[in-house]
């Protein structure tokens, strides 16, 4: 469910560092995998 989640969100190669709720928004915090992060 997770990943299913993360590939509906743009987010397949990242690591999620946190989530929160502002107002109406889910704010999600990632970084990129190590090894994804010297692509363009």
Do not use: D, N
Not at 13 to 31: D, F, P
Request: hydrophobic residues 50%; glycine residues 4%.
């Amino acid at each position: 469910m997770k990943s299913l989640l993360l590939l509906a969100l743009g987010l397949a190669r990242t690591v999620v560092l946190g989530a929160r709720i502002e107002a109406e928004r889910i704010v999600v915090s990632v970084r990129p995998y190590k090894r994804e992060q010297r692509r363009c």
